[in-house]
């Protein structure tokens, strides 16, 4: 059978697997005893006049990814902290991902409006990872209820290797029985009586790292999506619908198909990471 490890939660970097070890984003702690510890340091180093310039913070490449799965024909917008506007973050239409401009700190509060409808939720920003991440945040519709809810997730930053990153997350409203998303090796027609196919049941709210290649995707068994894969990338596969939407499942980016695209022979190995939140919400 094929090689899925579950989601690890509060378990340290020892007790974790090597083969997730590396590519688990932790959140960032820094204590202030540790703080006073470097200060002090610094005056026995450099004289006093130099103080100011010894430690200097470090900033990650965090880039903030964000995904509408709330039904609704009106569009989202999102502000930073009341007033603050983040370029690309008006009119995000139902069933589209994008990336906004800008950083996000600790305590940011992002402020999100259904545009002509009075519908508002605050998204408040906790800790961030120590490392360069993409950090997702799904928009999306309380089941029984008009109010918004949210789901956040980081993507951990990876360079190397020959494999891609997917979040796989159920945004669909009342989606309280959630199936599993079914992965398969895509293989063209002519080849399906000479290759072998492998499948694999993935769990929602989860980041996955995937082996680049296509792949057939689908909740349902009649309904199959082409999902193409390029390696060191990170992709969102949402599940959205409802509120007089029909279910559906969104590919964030959609890749084009290669021109000669070569079939593999045997389906990727899945490795699960952690579901890393990001922040925490309030006020709804």
């Not at 401009?101 to 998204?123: C, N, P, R, Y």
């Not at 120590?130 to 997702?136: P, V």
Request: net charge negative.
């Amino acid at each position: 059978g094929l090689l899925l490890c579950p989601s690890i939660c509060c378990a340290s970097f020892d007790t974790m697997p090597a083969m997730v070890r590396g590519a688990i984003v932790a959140a960032a702690f820094l204590a202030a005893a540790e703080a006073t510890q470097v200060n002090l340091l610094s005056k026995n180093l450099r004289p006093a006049a130099a103080e100011d310039n010894l430690v200097e913070p470090i900033r990650f490449n965090q880039q903030l990814l964000i995904c509408n799965a709330y039904p609704s024909r009106e569009s989202v917008s999102v502000k930073k902290n009341s007033h603050e506007s983040l370029e690309g973050g008006d009119a995000i239409p139902f069933r589209q991902c994008r990336y906004l401009q800008g950083q996000v700190e600790k305590k940011d509060q992002l402020e999100f409006s259904v545009q002509d409808i009075e519908i508002h939720g605050t998204f408040e920003v906790g800790e961030l990872p120590s490392s360069d991440a993409i950090l997702l945040l799904v928009v999306e519709k309380r089941a029984h209820s008009p109010m918004v809810s949210f789901q956040s997730f980081a993507f951990p930053s990876s360079s190397e290797g020959k494999e891609a990153q997917i979040a796989v997350i159920n945004a669909l409203e009342g989606g309280s029985a959630v199936p599993k998303l079914t992965m398969e090796d895509h293989i063209e027609a002519k080849q399906e009586q000479t290759v072998s196919k492998r499948v694999e049941q993935l769990s929602f709210n989860r980041v996955y790292s995937v082996e680049e290649g296509s792949y057939d995707a689908s909740i349902a068994t009649d309904s199959k999506q082409v999902v193409r894969l390029a390696k060191n990338k990170n992709y969102v596969l949402l599940r959205t619908g409802g509120n007089g939407f029909d279910e559906s499942l969104l590919v964030f980016p959609s890749e084009a198909p290669p021109k000669a695209a070569p079939q593999h022979s045997v389906m990727a190995w899945f490795k699960g990471l952690v579901h890393t939140s990001f922040a925490r919400v309030f006020g709804q």
